[in-house]
């Protein structure tokens, strides 16, 4: 008679999971495991920045990026583990095949996603979503290969020595949760300002590839055939000698990119810590475009831009301005024209881009080399954090030359406290002048702007000046069909005491590109298409 066979008693082992043979002691063998994981696991935070950092510089608005590359790659590492059920009766072989995968695509991710922005960006239509796209298949992939090397690593280190699964957990976990703790803490303070995104992603990729195949092939190597560790070898020396390829070449790389995003006439390109920085033409009566962070921030037209953000404040008392922003010296170049200016003070956070202003040629020329008059002084700072220090009652004059107010890092500086803290910065009939983004393409978004003003306690007279440049993309999302590209500015002038007269000084130069009957038809058209009751925005609910 047959006897039923009685179910496996519970923690006993599979078949296939028996005691590894290990090179080393078990308590050894046990120490490589975890260290595995550590590397690992700060690779893998590395990369889930890279395409948080890189996507946020490519694409725009940091929250979004941040929140698809997060959700969907926490979602893929689930869909990993439950696929990694299948391969635990060859746990060290597919380990190795899994990290030597996970350390090219992660490795070479930077460079693919930089690469489609680069050379399809301006087709339009579908190829103007490629990178999102492309982001969306890096943080699936990525993630369904994280996912899996936890199911897999544990079974490698029951093998060594097996215990009760919370112990086994424990340690695995705690591993993992501090390696993740490195990696996050080395992407920004020693990867990225050392190495760039490209360099960093490829380095970390290489990293990763060792650590992989000299676990599986130096402890586990008994676990494998002959001819699984040959080909597991020559799949980790062929990933590393793609990444060491791509490392040598990305120099040359990233300037081909550089091209084919701003065209030929690259004259300055540098990362200041603060912001990429690109600086095209300029010389040869070429025009000078100044990039920053990929956003057209200077062109041809900005006289026309710095005329109507500076002029129509001026008309009134000036004696002292504050310009918030502004460190190319454009916006000082307009306050200076005006006589009776005895002090302009800038408060810029990028101290490279305002030494660029000091000392390259065609930028300097441009700016009338305002930062030599000693009536400007400069101060690096956020505009926020220093406007909570700031001296009140004090500027005839606040200019908000900051960037678009659909970009995440700028939305703190279109807030009600921002502008209460600006409102008391100005002295008694002082005036407040904001660039509010393109009027009509995102008219929601400017009279958001004015709304919050009026929260602050401030009463407004908004305007809009056309004839913007929109060559290439200056808001928030740097792939946006060109077709659609803004092509006018929206500002608003505030005051504290009554709507302030919108008009021109009748004793400054008068302006080259702006007259007062232009800009009392463009105020009133932008008055005619008003959108009332919309909520303020603040720093814990930005509504841009």
Not at 181 to 194: D, H, N, R, S
Request: proline share 7%; with cysteine; aromatic share 8%.
């Amino acid at each position: 008679m047959i006897e039923p066979h009685a179910p496996a008693p519970p923690g006993s082992p599979p078949p296939w999971a028996g005691p590894a043979r290990l090179p080393v002691q078990p308590s050894t063998g046990r120490f490589l495991v975890l260290a595995c994981v550590f590397v690992c696991a700060a690779c893998g935070l590395v990369y889930e920045l890279e395409l948080v950092a890189l996507a946020s510089y490519l694409i725009g608005d940091s929250v979004t990026q941040a929140s698809v590359v997060l959700s969907v790659m926490v979602f893929a590492m689930g869909i990993g583990s439950l696929a990694a059920k299948r391969l635990r009766w060859r746990a060290a072989a597919a380990f190795g095949a899994i990290e030597a995968t996970l350390a090219l695509v992660g490795g070479c991710s930077a460079m693919a996603l930089y690469a489609v922005f680069a050379w399809t960006g301006d087709w339009g239509g579908l190829w103007a979503s490629g990178p999102r796209w492309l982001l969306v298949a890096f943080s699936l992939t990525i993630g369904l290969l994280i996912g899996a090397e936890v199911p897999l690593l544990m079974e490698l280190i029951q093998r060594i020595r097996r215990q009760d699964a919370g112990g086994a957990v424990a340690d695995l976990f705690a591993a993992d949760y501090v390696g993740a703790l490195v990696g996050g803490l080395a992407f920004p303070f020693l990867l990225l300002p050392l190495l760039g995104q490209l360099t960093g992603a490829l380095i970390t990729g290489a990293v990763n590839a060792v650590a992989g195949g000299t676990l599986v092939l130096g402890l586990f190597r008994r676990d494998l055939t002959r001819r699984a560790r040959w080909l597991l070898l020559i799949a980790n020396l062929a990933v590393l000698g793609l990444l060491a390829a791509a490392a040598v070449l990305v120099d040359d790389f990233e300037q081909a990119a550089r091209h084919a995003v701003y065209g030929h006439d690259v004259r300055v390109a540098l990362q200041t810590g603060t912001q990429e920085v690109v600086l095209t033409g300029g010389t040869d009566g070429r025009p000078l475009d100044l990039y920053l962070d990929g956003r057209l921030r200077v062109g041809s037209d900005e006289l026309r831009y710095h005329e109507a953000l500076v002029h129509p404040a001026m008309n009134g008392p000036h004696a002292r301005v504050l310009i918030l922003g502004g460190g190319d010296g454009l916006a000082a170049r307009e306050v200076l024209r005006h006589t009776g200016v005895q002090r302009v003070d800038v408060v810029e956070l990028d101290a490279g881009i305002v030494r660029l202003a000091r000392r390259d040629p065609a930028l300097s020329r441009l700016n009338r080399h305002a930062y030599d008059d000693p009536r400007v002084r400069v101060t690096t700072a956020d505009a926020f954090r220093w406007l909570r220090t700031a001296p009140t009652s004090t500027y005839d004059v606040v200019i908000s030359d900051l960037p678009d107010p659909g970009i995440t890092a700028s939305t703190k500086l279109y807030s009600q406290e921002f502008y209460g803290l600006a409102r008391r910065a100005l002295a008694p009939g002082g005036r407040l002048v904001v660039h509010a983004g393109p009027f009509a393409t995102r008219p929601r978004v400017f009279w958001t702007v004015v709304a919050t003003l009026h929260a602050a306690g401030l009463h407004t007279a908004p305007y809009r000046v056309g004839g913007r440049d929109s060559g290439f993309a200056a808001g928030p999302d740097r792939t946006a069909d060109g077709s659609r590209a803004a092509r006018d500015w929206g500002f608003v002038l505030a005051s504290a005491r009554t709507a302030p007269p919108l008009g021109l000084d009748p004793y400054a130069p008068p302006p080259r590109t702006l007259a007062p009957a232009s800009l009392a038809v463009d105020a009133r058209a932008a008055i005619r298409t008003r959108i009332t009751d919309l909520p303020p925005s603040t720093l814990v609910h930005p509504r841009y």
